[in-house]
Each structure stands twice: as C-alpha cells, then as structure tokens.
C-alpha cells in the first residue's frame, strides 16, 4: 500500500502506562502536537545557510479527554496525585497511540506513535453548566512527553 488515494480509519488503539484506555466522550479524544521545531534554520546575506537540530522539537503535547468519574478518569487522576505528591519517584507515563488506516482493497498499515517520559503540564478543570453543555462530563488532561517514536507497518 504504497499510493493512497482513498483512505479508510477507524479502530484506534490508546495504551496509558500499559493498560488501554476505553471510556472516551464524543469528538477529539486525543491530540498530539509539538510545540517547538526541529530544526532551527538561518539563511546569510549570500544565500548560506545554517541549520541546527534543536531536540526540544521532539517534545511532544498531549491531551486526553476521557468521560468524568470513569475508569480512565480514576486511574489518571491517581496518577497525577502521585506526581504532585513526590515527584522525584514518580514512575514518568508511558502512552501508545495506534491508527489503523485502509485503502478500501483490503490493504491497511498501523502508524503507530510511541511515548515516553511523560509528564502531566496542568490539573484537569471543571465547569458547571445549567443550560446542559455537554463538556461538563469530560475531564481533560494535559501532558508532555520528552520521547516519541512514530512508526508505520
């Protein structure tokens, strides 16, 4: 499956410290972004120029939604009271996020993006809402992480 020009997906896979993650609201589950680039690169009055690899690009930003009072929210939020309680033997996250895409033949390939020493960046917030928004039954978390290795098979 080398040239896609339809594109099927569907059946994604999030693993949190080992464990998979099922107890997702409606849209956006999860986002990976990176904040910073990889290369930072300046061109010279001449036309030279400079290139210098900044590995600060390789760290990654990542938010989860998860249903409030599930499962998944009760295993996160122990895992941001442990960080918050001693950092310094706080056991960094682990998280795997799979994406399995077709080509409508039958072909697929599973990109799959690795992370590693991870961290959660801000407490989940909370909102009440009388006219019934449906946000107020997702909790959001924030988090980093320093290693992320994308592969394709």
Request: net charge negative.
């Given at each position: ?20 993650l099922n107890n997702f ?33 390789n760290k990654a930003k ?92």
């Open positions: 499956m080398a040239n896609i020009s339809n594109s099927y997906t569907g059946g994604d896979v999030l693993i949190l410290d080992n464990i998979q609201p409606n849209g956006k589950v999860a986002d990976l972004t990176y904040d910073d680039t990889l290369v930072e690169q300046k061109i010279g009055k001449t036309g030279n120029s400079i290139n210098v690899y900044k590995q600060v690009g990542f938010i989860l939604r998860v249903m409030r009072g599930s499962v998944d929210d009760i295993r996160l939020n122990s895992r941001l009271l442990l960080m918050k309680q001693d950092l310094p033997s706080f056991v960094a996250l682990t998280m795997s996020l799979s994406k399995r895409f077709g080509d409508g033949t039958g072909s697929f390939l599973t990109e799959t993006h690795s992370l590693a020493n991870g961290v959660f960046t801000k407490n989940p917030g909370v909102m009440t809402d009388v006219d019934g928004d449906t946000e107020q039954s997702i909790t959001v978390y924030e988090m980093s992480f320093a290693t992320v290795i994308k592969a394709i098979v």
